[in-house]
């Protein structure tokens, strides 16, 4: 029996995904990024409610220079963006692709009840609209 190919984001999603607080040292942050081979991850509070967002580019600066200058590294609270774009689990994935045209994250946080649920990258919505189409 065939399998149903994903039309909604919740079919494609990373549930156990990455993330960090607000008080995550840019170090550690820099090193799960590289661990988890994201681009950039959500930051959220204690109850998981999404906060911010926090990637690569935004660190990669400050951890060169602490490692140079052998400082203490800053906190994530101290680089993250607090306007953050994020999409429901029920949105559709060719609705979503449509948005990514126009807008830059790499990732986007998934957020349900104002609580993040997980991540979906352009590569999982690219490979989704693959297998829609060979379906």
Known sequence: MPTKAPTIVRDIMSRDCYRVT???SVTTLAEGLALHRLPGVPVV???DHLIG???EQDVMGKVLQSAY???E???VRDLMRNEVLSVSPNKSITDLAQEMLGNKPKVYPVVEQERLVG????RDVLTA???MRHK
């Open 129 to 131: 609209i693959v297998r």
């Open 119 to 122: 991540i979906v990258t352009r």
């Open 22 to 24: 607000a008080n995550t």
């Open 45 to 47: 509070d204690k109850s």
């Open 69 to 71: 200058l052998n400082d």
């Open 73 to 75: 590294p800053p906190l």
């Open 53 to 55: 967002f926090i990637s």
